[in-house]
């Protein structure tokens, strides 16, 4: 018997949660015989194909953690057993067999197989429990029965409940993410990368459909956005519309609506059968195709110096062979095949390979960074970031005579996002100029809803509404009462809605980073923000039991700098290293000024 959408959508996403738990429990193994040597231990345990795609990781530079995967899972399990054995007992014997029929079944979602039924993903949950409680991760344990039970809420509105004096602190009233419960806040939890999702490669949270759509908060843009998508890929939009250029600054949420779509689109009709997607189809409509056909191009999919090499063995050397590649294989490839050796811009050739493979998507992320090292390329009398941008034009051109064809292209808000430089300016700026001469500009994160990004991303649930309400009443009516010494727009009932927007943090914390932090253009708004304050939670989360005070909201004063190695770097990192001085001597640590006046 088949499992329900529900089950597979709740299996989807403790698969998602097991492989970043599992990840570094392999690593902590491996590194008990020697630290720095655990990439060459595991490997060795890996198969030739998987030891050439290990060494092309490296090569660029990929983190070898991200690199271990759930195909890598039963060789490592069956090449170390003596390691697993201290934790499993007599039973690491079974382990290879576990993890390869949790394989089997994270295949099957993956690919979209109906043919999973309840006896296989049965075993699975039982095998990840398993595994996870021998292996002491008593977290990922806990969130895998919680998953495993979970059902989609009916939302009734009840009455409040009685008025109670009581009110709650923060963590007894949300609860994190399993990632921020556990401290995996590496930076690349953060930096979403559209290329290695289109390869199926990298993080979970990323490439893994159900659990990408749980964290993340469908912004009005983002919604905006896909609903240009679904309707153009249908063929029910009008031509203007069919380019759309994505230009804020770092963090801005334009690589996260990017994956947004290749998800959605990817899926086509079957977005139906995801839960996780039904909130963005309700606004965008629902695809009527099958799947769409999708391009991806970032500053890491083809080396501007030496192209790359497919496993099929075509040689792609620019960006106009890599689109037409990815759209329609070797056939289409063909058609500016001349003009991908020869480096030279195909001019009025784009649309036939268009006619060829819609519906299309093409998604194309970071071209200005592309476009800078293409500049040291040269090609016929020009360099190849020339021939690029004039492709630009060819390709917004093709896309807008193509019924059922869509480009999203992203930009960076300023030149000193891709080098503060004469040239640098010069390439973003013939960008714009080829991009958004037909496209429509478009912003994914308007800055409101900074909040409710954060509270999606961070948290599994957010709170009862009647608490948080009675939180944000207790702080107004504080304010109210203190009016004479506090800052006129904090006793405005339009700051008890910030409150309600912002819990469990208080506004002020988050405008911090939003506000002051982000005028300094190396920081990366919404991605630098998300990284600090799951920094902060995971902390507070960690040390719930040893904090003072009440605890109803998180505050700037709760930052720990001795502890919280992300925020304090961050800080020197915009402002210079002299902060270092300034937070041992004044801020953090048992001689610092702070402490001795506490």
């Known amino acids: 018997m088949t499992i329900n959408q529900q089950d597979k959508d709740n299996l989807s996403k403790a698969l998602g949660i097991f492989i970043e738990a599992f990840r570094p429990?392999?690593?902590?193994?491996?590194?008990?015989?020697?630290?720095?040597?655990w990439p060459a231990e595991f490997f060795k345990c890996l198969s030739f194909d998987q030891q050439k795609h290990w060494k092309e990781g490296l090569k660029n530079g990929k983190n070898p953690m991200e690199m271990i995967d759930y195909h890598h899972f039963k060789s490592?399990?069956?090449?170390?057993?003596?390691?697993?054995?201290?934790?499993f007992g007599k039973k690491f014997g079974d382990i290879p067999n576990w993890l390869g029929e949790?394989?089997?079944?994270?295949?099957?979602?993956?690919?979209?197989d109906n043919s999973l039924d309840e006896d296989e993903?049965?075993?699975?949950?039982?095998?990840m429990k398993t595994i996870a409680r021998f292996s002491k991760m008593d977290v990922l344990e806990t969130e895998l029965k919680r998953l495993q039970e979970f059902k989609q809420p009916v939302i009734?509105?009840?009455?409040?409940?009685?008025q109670s004096n009581e009110l709650l602190p923060w963590f007894k009233v949300v609860t994190p993410h399993i990632d921020i419960k556990l401290g995996q806040l590496d930076e690349s939890i953060f930096a979403a990368n559209l290329a290695e999702v289109a390869l199926g490669n990298g993080r979970e949270i990323y490439s893994n459909l159900d659990v990408f759509f749980s964290k993340t908060f469908f912004t009005a843009g983002l919604k905006s956005v896909a609903k240009t998508v679904v309707k153009g890929l249908n063929g029910k939009e009008d031509a203007e519309n069919r380019v759309i250029s994505l230009q804020t600054g770092f963090g801005g949420g334009k690589t996260h609506t990017l994956i947004s779509l290749y998800h959605l689109c990817k899926l086509?009709?079957?977005?139906?059968?995801?839960l996780a997607a039904r909130e963005l189809l309700d606004y965008t409509g629902i695809p009527e195709f099958d799947t769409a056909n999708i391009a991806v191009f970032t500053n890491s999919t083809n080396d501007a110096a030496n192209g790359r090499t497919t496993a099929d063995g075509v040689h792609i050397q620019t960006i106009w062979g890599e689109l037409a590649y990815q759209l329609g294989g070797k056939d289409a490839y063909e058609i500016v095949r001349k003009n991908d050796e020869q480096l030279i811009a195909p001019a009025g050739l784009f649309k036939t390979v268009l006619e060829k493979c819609h519906p299309a998507l093409i998604l194309i992320d970071e071209l200005a960074d592309y476009c800078v090292k293409a500049s040291a390329r040269k090609a016929v009398s020009s360099n190849l970031s020339d021939q690029t941008i004039s492709f630009m034009q060819e390709l917004t051109e093709a896309v807008a005579v193509t019924n059922n064809c869509v480009a999203v292209v992203t930009l960076p808000a300023s030149p000193q996002e891709v080098g503060n430089t004469t040239d640098a300016q010069s390439i973003l700026i013939s960008?714009?100029?080829?991009?958004t001469r037909v496209g429509a500009d478009t912003q994914p994160v308007a800055d409101e809803e900074i909040y409710e990004v954060i509270r999606r991303r961070l948290f599994e649930t957010t709170g009862d509404e009647f608490q948080v309400e009675a939180c944000a009443t207790k702080y107004m009516e504080l304010y109210s009462k203190h009016r004479s010494g506090l800052p006129v727009h904090v006793t405005k009932m339009e700051y008890k809605q910030k409150i309600l927007k912002s819990y469990p943090f208080h506004p002020e914390l988050i405008d911090v980073f939003r506000v002051r932090w982000a005028s300094h253009h190396g920081f990366q708004r919404t991605r630098g923000v998300l990284r600090l304050l799951a920094s902060l939670v995971s902390d507070l989360w960690r040390r719930q039991l040893s904090l003072t005070g009440n605890n109803l909201l998180i505050?700037?004063?709760m930052i720990n700098f001795a502890n919280l190695d992300a925020i304090s770097g961050q800080l020197k990192k915009l402002y210079g290293n002299g902060y270092d001085a300034v937070i041992t001597a004044d801020v953090a640590g048992p001689a610092s000024n702070a402490a001795k006046i506490d």
């Open 431 to 435: 960008l714009q100029h080829r991009v």
């Open 555 to 557: 505050h700037p004063g």
């Open 102 to 112: 949790i394989v089997e079944v994270r295949n099957k979602i993956h690919h979209y």
């Open 268 to 274: 086509g009709k079957r977005a139906t059968q995801s």
């Open 25 to 37: 429990y392999i690593v902590s193994l491996l590194m008990t015989e020697n630290d720095d040597l």
């Open 156 to 162: 009734v509105k009840i009455a409040p409940p009685p």
């Open 76 to 87: 490592f399990a069956i090449k170390n057993k003596e390691l697993l054995k201290p934790d």
């Open 121 to 127: 993903a049965t075993k699975a949950w039982i095998h």
